[in-house]
């Protein structure tokens, strides 16, 4: 039986698909080769300005599970607060559960601009702070990989692109990749949108 045939679904990236267990926790589970190389090209689709070439997609399914094993090893040597994180519970191979959060995608959709700016603010302090153990999602990816947890603290719920090497934050961090549009063109609101790229580059840009 599949997982999709007897709990809901709700949501996927290029790397898992998050069920609802329906206790207050989700199933993280890591994406099949066939199923990763439809999600990369339904997300990246031939109607893009810029679509991917077939005959890349091994080495991005390739990559995408690479990153997925280094961040497990990341957390192995990095103290992290487990609720930072959503207390996950590794499974089988990749899989893992976590706490249900509501992603910031959707919390911004139901706020005004104000409240969106206060949980930016939130999220840098949450990021300084994640910095300071040596540790950052490679790309701040804001609105997908964190969310709130019902007592509105920021949880980092997507942490299958980690780096710790000193040399690679460094580089993000000088191309701003928080400004991809991926990133920061996911906040709708086009005000907030701006306070969020002028804030990264205050607090992470001089780390160039």
Not at 80 to 90: D, F, T, V
Not at 183 to 197: L, P, S, T
Request: with cysteine; hydrophobic share 35%; aromatic share 12%.
């Amino acid at each position: 039986m599949k997982y999709d045939e007897y709990m809901k679904k709700l949501g996927e990236g290029w790397q898992y698909t998050a069920y609802d267990l329906g206790d207050g926790r989700v199933l993280k589970k890591f994406h099949s080769l066939p199923r990763m190389y439809w999600v990369i090209l339904k997300d990246i689709s031939p109607f893009n300005s810029d679509p991917l070439p077939f005959y890349k997609l091994p080495s991005f399914a390739r990559a995408s599970k690479r990153k997925a094993l280094e961040s497990f090893e990341i957390l192995k040597h990095k103290n992290i607060p487990a609720s930072w994180l959503g207390n996950p519970k590794r499974l089988k191979g990749l899989d893992y559960e976590q706490d249900k959060i509501k992603p910031l995608h959707d919390v911004f959709e139901e706020n005004n601009t104000e409240v969106i700016k206060s949980i930016i603010d939130q999220f840098i302090i949450f990021n300084r702070e994640l910095l300071e153990l040596g540790v950052i999602d490679k790309s701040f990816n804001v609105t997908k990989n964190y969310g709130l947890s019902k007592k509105g603290e920021m949880v980092m719920i997507d942490f299958g692109e980690l780096l710790a090497d000193p040399v690679r934050i460094n580089k993000r961090c000088q191309v701003r990749a928080w400004s991809e549009h991926y990133v920061a063109g996911c906040i709708k609101d086009q005000e907030a949108q701006e306070y969020f790229i002028k804030k990264m580059d205050e607090n992470f840009g001089t780390k160039a």
